[in-house]
């Protein structure tokens, strides 16, 4: 479907008519930790195997979507005793509350694009921000469903990811970005992108300002595809940077510097 045919409700965050819109994935960015890979490492079969394939994925060997399903399907545990576990473990960045109550007073749109699964992230950010807070962002992820021969996501093995849509990527976060990208340049606002990991490799073209995470696979990718980025600890960075932009102290391009 091209943008011409796209109707209001197809674009959730141009809503309020924002002259900037934040896509950013989840695990590993808003939180210190990935989530998934703390199940896996911690429930499932391990952190060796995990990291072989997020290599595979990283140097094209294998599709995202294949190892990330591998992954989740080493982990037995009942549902809700997963939730739990990241309840007690998994941590929100550092400057990611001021940045999200910034971006409502400056109608600045949060859109979570996530390779992982919606209820786990909505139950993380009810947890970090309250639930009334969680409710109001938008997030496109990958769902959870009672997994064949099963009766419900809480018994032993009883739950399984069901992907998004059917590409390799399981979510392919560009086709969510891209008919914001195309709208015609009088009504397009200004497309940021903050993400770590292989998940980000389809989005990490479609916007004007890519944050890839110090130290994670996106800088490696941004740097082998010549992919204009720059870097980020925390979102206190990212939030310095994008009040620049929109101040007009700061173009886009001129905060691309790549690694630092």
Known sequence: MGSSELSPPSLPAMATNPKFIFFTDFDGTITQQDSNDFMTDTLGFGPELRKRGNEDVLF?????????????????TPFDKCIETLLQNITL??????????????????????????????????????????????????????????????????WMITFHDDSGFGHDKSLEIRPYANLPADQ??????????VSDLSAAKETDLLFAKAGKDLITYCEKENVPFTTFHDFTEILAVVKDIVAGKLTVKEAAVGRK
């Open 60 to 76: 094209g060997r294998r599709d995202f979507r294949d190892s990330f399903q591998e992954m989740l399907d080493s982990i037995k």
């Open 93 to 158: 960045d550092a400057g990611f509350k001021e940045f999200f109550h910034w971006a409502k007073e400056n109608n600045m749109p949060i859109v979570i694009l996530s390779g992982g699964m919606e209820p786990v992230i909505r139950a993380l950010l009810a947890h970090f921000l309250g639930e009334e807070e969680a409710h109001s962002l938008q997030i496109v992820s990958n769902q959870v469903v009672v997994r064949e021969g099963k009766k419900s996501l809480t018994e032993e093995g009883g």
């Open 188 to 197: 397009r606002p200004v497309l940021f992108y903050a993400g770590d990991g």
